[in-house]
């Protein structure tokens, strides 16, 4: 699945995205962000290119973390320690690691490592299926289109 139809499942799930805007104004050494108060993903375009990073990517990891929201996981990972720390030494360079633990708050590092890892580990359409599954289960029965399919599918 490109990545234009996985931000417009994205969208039509309730995800949105922008471009610019206010965090990437505040951030001037960030490339996107996830706001779950505004249910949105911000990608700073240009300096995504500049610093020679994949859009895919920034936006694989960005809904990533959209789908630890939707899962209530409130800044922790899916994955245990363990689970995180033979992955990172496998996929990941230690000067990243170094930077995401010296940059993000303790409670955090383990959720920040997982969207970078799951970003590049899996394909569109897990993140795809993660967001609808994520709001099949948050999404109450018979609101919206989610809220419907999941009234279908579970017979609620």
Not at 135 to 141: N, S, T
């Amino acid at each position: 699945m490109p990545i234009p139809f996985l931000l417009l499942f994205a969208a039509w799930l309730g995800v949105g995205t922008v471009q610019g805007g206010a965090w990437c104004d505040a951030q001037p050494a960030g490339v996107g962000s996830y706001d779950p108060q505004r249910s949105e993903i911000a990608l700073c375009t240009e300096r995504i290119r500049s610093k020679g990073r994949s859009i895919d990517e920034v936006v694989r990891h960005e809904l990533f973390h959209a789908v630890q929201h939707l899962f209530g996981r409130d800044g922790r990972s899916f994955l245990s320690d363990s689970q995180i720390t033979v992955l990172v030494h496998r996929f990941m360079d230690d000067r990243e690691v170094m930077a995401v633990i010296s940059l993000y708050p303790s409670d955090e590092i383990n959720s920040e490592l997982e969207a970078r890892l799951m970003s590049r580990l899996v394909p569109n359409e897990v993140i795809g299926g993660a967001l609808l599954a994520g709001r099949l289960v948050q999404q109450a029965p018979q609101q919206g289109p989610i809220g419907s399919l999941r009234a279908y599918l579970l017979g609620d």
